[in-house]
């Protein structure tokens, strides 16, 4: 895969308005009481009752799971990496995610925030002043879900005017930067392998809890790693598609209910998690 032409860099905003607000009057009443310094304590007003934004808060969760599941970490400023081959299903459930949010919001804003507001006046006490609520114009204007698409950059995609020798040192540093990000976006295949297998093959061992979503978490992790596999590194498509062979057809069930069934299960899953950290330069293409 070459990564300027088979990845695309995403980056997801979110905007939210959290419901609370510093209370410099109590703040201060509160340090000047203890004798303390002040900046020693800060009192902040939750403006609203605290589950009223539960419904908008889950929604904008949603979102940035899909997103954090189906990227690879990229740049530090929140950049991360999607394969292009995986992008059309990624945008099509992020729209449906996103919708989710703005509907969530609106409701908020035009029905249950209007309440919430009114009920504040008793709930907050002397606490409460309405200059501390905006308006609903001013509040839709705090809530936003946006999803930035740009081109992978690499060396000498700059156009500057320099001397030669210059411009090999400038490009000798972004192939760097590039190979530390594409080493980085690798690793995090690896980490979610092995951290997923780990956890399954712990949660196997004797009589552990185990719940279901710890085998579907293992097969959608299957499923999923080989879209992210931006340096089409074999030994990661193998894995999957062993996991997906031994695991797939299981029932949480018969784990739960047959002792011979789990040991064997257990087994497996960590002869291959031994394999996995067998494997010498995990990131780097085989």
Not at 10 to 27: C, H, M, P, T
Not at 76 to 100: C, Q, S, T, V, Y
Not at 198 to 208: C, E, I, L, S, V
Request: hydrophobic residues 40%.
């Amino acid at each position: 895969m070459t990564i300027a032409n088979d990845a695309l860099v995403v980056n997801l905003q979110i905007g939210f308005w959290a419901g609370y607000k510093l209370d410099k009057e109590r703040s201060k009443e509160v340090t000047e009481g203890a004798g303390a310094a002040a900046d020693a304590a800060r009192v902040n007003k939750h403006l609203i009752a605290r589950d009223t934004l539960n419904p908008v808060t889950k929604a904008a969760d949603a979102v940035r799971r899909h997103f954090y599941a189906k990227t690879l970490p990229w740049k530090d400023n929140g950049d991360r990496l999607i394969p292009r081959e995986g992008f059309e299903a990624f945008i099509e459930k992020h729209g449906a995610l996103a919708d989710r949010f703005a509907t969530e919001v609106a409701t908020f804003i035009d029905s249950t925030y209007v309440s919430a507001r009114e009920s504040a006046r008793f709930r907050m006490g002397t606490m409460f002043k309405a200059e501390d609520y905006p308006v609903p114009d001013a509040l839709r204007a705090k809530f936003y879900c946006r999803l930035d698409l740009d081109p992978v950059s690499e060396a000498g995609d700059f156009r500057v005017t320099m001397s030669d020798a210059a411009a090999s040192v400038l490009m000798e540093a972004t192939e760097r930067q590039l190979n530390a990000r594409i080493a980085k976006a690798t690793g995090e295949v690896w980490r979610r392998l092995a951290d997923t297998l780990g956890h399954f093959a712990d949660r196997m061992r004797g009589d552990a809890i185990f719940r279901e979503n710890t085998l579907t978490n293992l097969i959608e992790m299957a499923e999923t790693l080989p879209g992210l596999n931006i340096t089409n590194d074999a030994r990661i498509s193998a894995l999957c598609s062993e996991i997906k062979q031994r695991f797939n057809n299981l029932d949480a069930k018969d784990l739960r209910t047959k002792p011979i069934i789990r040991a064997a299960v257990s087994s497996e899953a960590q002869e291959i998690l031994d394999r996995l950290h067998g494997f010498n330069n995990l990131g780097e293409s085989s």
